[in-house]
């Protein structure tokens, strides 16, 4: 539990950080007052102030905000210095900041991981690495660890070969596996099943992970691969999604803490892994066109460059309402999966 806890606090602060750092930089270097740097919401546990800047760390750790000075036209106390008197051109870069910066965080995070821990790929040799939690191997009772020496009386010299036969296995029908463990070795039948997703049977046990470390260039073009290739699996996703509303799988605050409490007993790295992924994800997310998000701000900053003047008040409140709206419904859906997830599951 403790350590759920520190997993996401360490997460949700760290994405929000550098979300909120992206709109506060572009801020100041565009010549706005930013009167609050804040992460976290509710009351103040700590703060300081330098310059014309209050940095504080509120008691809530699930989000932050920029206090800057003109957001709302008719309470500007910064007279030129405020949000509302800068150009289109500077509002757009400091409203698309923060996402940016959320697509940069995930290659800087796998660079780092790349050139000091290296790529993880499978090991050669036929050792389990780990035994998912319900599966078939773990209900027959294999362990990280266990090296497999046969399958149906063919001998395993390699994961792949290993992985092979489980592939072209029949699902519901056992397979005889022998195993080493502790130089003993034992021999237990395994019941593989289907798995919709990945399309194939699966007996639920994933290699061993060796790293190689990469040169710098090397690193740094692998991060910058990576990172492409979770965001158009994301975007896809996203649509899928609104394709398929009803099939859509959420989780709110609770169970992305509860994931990364299970990735931290993993290991740093993968935690690491993990806050890249949900940068990616909070950077897509907040660049929808949805009214109290960037993007529905954005869309709002395109609509008053066409027109050549802003939306009028009373156009910009209704908006916000029916976006703020539509997120704490989303909010709401999420968090009673998560509940339902956790204590009824």
Known sequence: MILTIIAAIFVFGLIVL?????????????????????????????????????????????????????????????????????????RMVVILAGSIMNFIMPVILFFGIYATMGVGKPAIEPVIGEVLEGKAAEVAGLRAGDKILK?????????????????????????????????RVSAVAVTPTFDEKSGRVLIGVQSVIVYERQDIPT??????????????????ALVDIFKSPTQAELAG???????????????????????????????????LPVPALDGGHFVNLVIEAVRGKPMSARALMYTQRVGIALLLMLMVFATAEDVIRVFFH
């Open 18 to 90: 550098v979300h909120e750092l992206g709109h506060f930089v572009t801020a100041k270097l565009t010549g706005m007052r930013v009167d609050e740097f804040a992460i976290g919401f509710g009351p103040k546990i700590f703060s300081v102030k330098h310059g014309e800047t209050r940095y504080s760390i509120r008691a809530v750790p699930l989000g932050g905000f920029n206090d800057i000075a003109g957001m709302d036209p008719n309470d500007n106390s910064a007279g030129e210095r405020g949000y509302c008197e800068k150009p289109v051109s500077s």
């Open 151 to 183: 399958v149906n009386g063919e001998v395993i010299t390699t994961w792949r070969s290993f992985t092979e036969k489980v592939r072209v296995a029949e699902a519901g029908k056992p397979v005889l596996v022998e195993y080493e463990r502790n130089s």
């Open 253 to 287: 605050p609770i169970g992305i803490a509860q994931m990364a409490g299970r990735v931290a007993e993993t290991g740093f790295v993968p935690l690491l892994n993990f806050a890249a992924l949900l940068s990616l994800n909070l950077g897509v997310i907040n660049l």
């Open 219 to 236: 690193a740094f073009s692998l991060a910058v691969k990576r990172t492409k290739e979770i965001l158009v699996f994301m975007i896809d």
